[in-house]
Nanobody, 123 residues
Framework: QVQLVESGGGLVQPGGSLRLACAASGLTFSNYAMGWFRQAPGKEREFVATVSYRGRRTDYTDSVKGRFTISRDNAKNTVYLQMNSLKPEDTAVYYC????????????????WGQGTQVTVSS
């Protein structure tokens, strides 16, 4: 069966960096566009970043542009989210998502979800 397994979350101080990874199995990874979403306590899950099948196209929500970078390695069936200049408002559970169409931005259109990884930005 399809599995998306996130890793790399944790506690970081404001201004710090984290790199999330999502390892995919059970699917032909290069046939899927990938995305990252996040959900803070009491809030709806929201789009963060998306990358096309070979990594040539990317898009970000406005609040993370210039700070976050999404990338993928199809040889490793893995998508990454490099997060720099982290702010307390970035605190959330971060989810990896897969869809056969690009972009991966709408939660109701996602084919597969990971289980999430907690990111906490606090001093």
């Amino acid at each position: 069966q399809v599995q998306l397994v996130e890793s790399g979350g944790g506690l970081v101080q404001p201004g710090g960096s984290l790199r999330l990874a999502c390892a995919a199995s059970g699917l032909t990874f290069s046939n899927y566009a990938m995305g990252w979403f996040r959900q803070a306590p009491g809030k709806e899950r929201e789009f963060v970043a998306t990358v096309s099948y070979r990594g040539r196209r990317t898009d970000y929500t406005d609040s993370v542009k210039g700070r976050f970078t999404i990338s993928r390695d199809n040889a490793k069936n893995t998508v990454y989210l490099q997060m720099n200049s982290l702010k307390p408002e970035d605190t959330a559970v971060y989810y990896c998502a897969a869809r056969t169409s690009y972009p991966v931005q709408v939660t109701s259109l996602i084919a597969y979800w990971g289980q999430g990884t907690q990111v906490t930005v606090s001093s």
